[in-house]
């Protein structure tokens, strides 16, 4: 069984700089992709930033970046230049290539302070 | 704009009282999902449908079912709530597979959260 850890429950930062979220999972599995969804204060969950497994370049989306690790299993996400807007729960979530169903972490609360 | 729709936003039901949410897409997606998103904690998925083909997770329990009449439809049953099913569910829709390969983005409504009495 695949698992996803997300060991930081909240955090904050201050507008216009930079934070990282981190992540880890556990699988045994090859191919596989990595997920970062936004869950903003009673909004819906969207899709941030995805990485295939079998893709060495990291993603990178405008303001957010990942840096996949893939033989520590870590897949962690840098925000640059925050900004209010980016409030929000943040989920890393992980799926089997041949699968759809995806995995979740606990997900980390990010306050973006004025 | 295409997208998912849940209804209703709000649902209050008694305990053991039979209750439906209803999910609707426009996104002409073949695969839909219901997750479950108790406070503070990460969604969990209950089942999901490929067309017509339903797939149970193998933790949700028979209190639970699910029907998709259409492509653009699907409903989450819930025959006797308990209290421990108070929670938001969430419904999300993706293609079979990304152009390309590889498992498609899921794209998520904004939930219902349900309350038990």
């Known amino acids: 069984a695949q698992t996803v850890t997300q060991s930081q429950p909240e955090m904050s930062v201050q507008e216009a700089e930079t934070v990282t979220l981190s992540c880890t999972y556990d699988t045994s599995e090859n191919n596989y992709y990595l997920f970062w969804y936004k869950q903003p204060p009673s909004r819906q969950m969207i899709l941030v930033i995805r990485?295939?497994?079998?893709?060495?370049q990291n993603a990178t989306e405008n303001r957010f970046s990942v840096n996949f690790q893939k033989a520590a299993k870590s897949f962690s996400l840098k925000i640059s230049d925050s900004q209010l807007g980016d409030t929000a729960m943040y989920f890393c979530a992980f799926t089997l290539g041949s699968a759809r169903q995806l995995t979740f972490g606990s997900g980390t609360q990010l306050t973006v302070l004025p | 704009d295409a997208m998912v729709i849940q209804n209703p936003r709000y649902q209050v039901t008694q305990f053991g009282k039979p209750v439906t949410l209803s999910c609707s897409q426009t996104?002409?997606?073949?695969?839909m999902y219901w997750y479950q998103q108790k406070s503070s904690q990460a969604p969990k998925l209950l089942f999901h449908?490929?067309?017509?083909?339903?797939?149970n997770e193998a933790d949700t329990p028979d209190n639970f079912q699910s029907r998709r009449p259409n492509t653009s439809f699907c409903f989450l049953d819930i025959r006797s709530p308990g209290l421990g099913d108070a929670a938001m569910y969430l419904c999300?829709?993706?293609?079979?597979?990304?152009?390309?390969?590889?498992?498609?983005?899921?794209?998520f409504g904004p939930g219902t959260r349900l309350t038990v009495l």
């Open positions: 990485q295939e497994a079998y893709k060495q």
């Open positions: 996104l002409n997606h073949n695969v």
């Open positions: 999300a829709t993706s293609r079979a597979y990304q152009a390309g390969g590889g498992p498609d983005t899921q794209y």
């Open positions: 449908y490929y067309d017509k083909d339903f797939n």
